[in-house]
């Protein structure tokens, strides 16, 4: 399951978010180090189509796919060199798939800024520089290593040189996942789930921060929700990463509110849907992942799949046995089997395939997976 790690300096509205992300209550105090151990929850990745399928199926269950956030403690200066609660809340970031870092763009005075006032490129630069403060020491201990064995073993020459060449990205205070060469075809790919057949391979096993894809969250006021030069400006401060904006505080009004309630507050601010459906469909796209579905009267599933993946392997994601005696598979895409409602008039329609081993799964693609096991 996709995870995505919550980061941020203390006091920017990670808790808050969380909180609404998830509809619990995690302490979100006006302290730095509110949050010690990682919050974790599951939510479900907003698709209607999913709903549409159980309807035509007349399914007893319905099972979205879903997300797993992760509220880490806040940052602050020297966390790479343990302050605050340093190390620790950076072992948590390396087991997210995501980072999403909250940036603080709403001022008030009843909530303190650890470092003394509101200034959004500054804390996104403190940020990065912990992150690549740590990968760099994890980067130079390796060298170090090699470097000693370059003697005896002259092959990891061109490991050196790709440590060498991540060291100076680092140096720099540049994310990894921003060099043209591990961006992955803009991220359209994990990097950790990568083949690492290419000169990157050496950074495989190092479990760097600054590798991972970064998505930031932009907690500002009411007003800024409709100022579109505003959110402008601050996007520049990223670097084209993706990032949204938002107002943690209506985000959490909006989870208590009635359905309708909250459609004509988001209506009224401008919106088509909550900033939180929006984070959590981009941190869902984030990695290129895709969704396909099974449909039956017990149960509708998404799951989840890398683009790319073959037929066998999105039939491995239910069970492996099911990719090892894979089959055919008997495929439909999801508009011909709505025009249908259902298998029987797809199938009438002539929309229903049956693909084999070589068949990239598409998005949106409703599947009985044919297998010998």
Same mark, same amino acid.
């Given at each position: 399951?996709?995870?995505? /790690? ?8 990670? $808790? ?115 992150? !690549? ?25 061109? %490991? ?60 500002? %006021? ?5 100022? $579109? ?13 993706? !990032?949204?904006?938002? !107002? ?39 990695? /290129? ?57 797809? /199938? ?14 598409? %998005? ?10």
């Amino acid at each position: 399951m996709l995870s995505i /790690g919550i980061v941020g300096l203390p006091n920017v509205g990670k $808790s808050t978010l969380f909180n609404a992300l998830t509809k619990n209550r995690v302490l979100a105090a006006n302290y730095p180090f509110a949050t010690i151990e990682p919050n974790t929850g599951v939510v479900n990745v907003p698709d209607e189509r999913i709903y549409t399928l159980a309807k035509i199926s007349q399914s007893t269950k319905v099972i979205p796919a879903a997300v797993t956030f992760v509220d880490i403690a806040g940052i602050v200066r020297g966390a790479s060199k343990g302050e605050g609660l340093g190390n620790k809340f950076l072992s948590h970031i390396r087991e997210s798939n995501v980072i999403t870092q909250v940036v603080r763009a709403f001022e008030n005075d009843d909530i303190v800024h650890v470092e003394g006032k509101i200034d959004p490129e500054r804390d996104i630069e403190i940020i990065r520089t912990e992150l !690549c403060l740590a990968d760099l020491a994890s980067v130079t201990k390796k060298l170090e290593t090699l470097q000693k064995e370059l003697k005896s073993n002259p092959k990891i020459i061109g %490991d050196i040189q790709t440590l060498e060449e991540a060291k100076k990205i680092l140096d720099s205070n540049s994310l990894l996942s921003r060099h043209p060469e591990l961006d992955s075809g803009s991220r359209t790919k994990q990097i950790p789930d990568r083949a690492w057949d290419d000169k990157w391979a050496v950074l495989a096993d190092l479990q760097l921060l600054t590798i991972k894809p970064f998505m930031y969250v932009f907690n500002i %006021d009411e007003a800024t929700l409709s100022n $579109s030069s505003k959110q402008a400006e601050l996007a520049k401060l990223v670097e084209g990463s993706k !990032c949204i904006f938002l !107002c943690a505080q209506i985000e959490t009004e909006l989870q208590d509110m009635p359905e309708e309630d909250a459609k004509e507050l988001l209506e009224s601010l401008g919106q088509s849907e909550s900033g939180l459906e929006t984070l959590i469909r981009l941190g869902y796209q984030t990695l /290129g992942y895709i969704s396909y579905f099974t449909t039956g009267p017990v149960e509708s599933r998404a799951w989840t799949i890398p683009a790319g993946a073959t037929a066998p392997q999105a039939a491995g994601v239910i069970h492996t046995d099911f990719e090892k005696g894979f089959i055919k598979a008997e495929v439909v895409d999801y508009s011909s089997f709505v025009s249908g409602s259902g298998w029987a008039g797809a /199938g009438t329609a002539g929309k229903v395939r049956l693909e084999g081993k070589d068949y990239i799964m598409q %998005d949106g693609d409703i599947v009985v997976f044919r297998h010998n096991v």
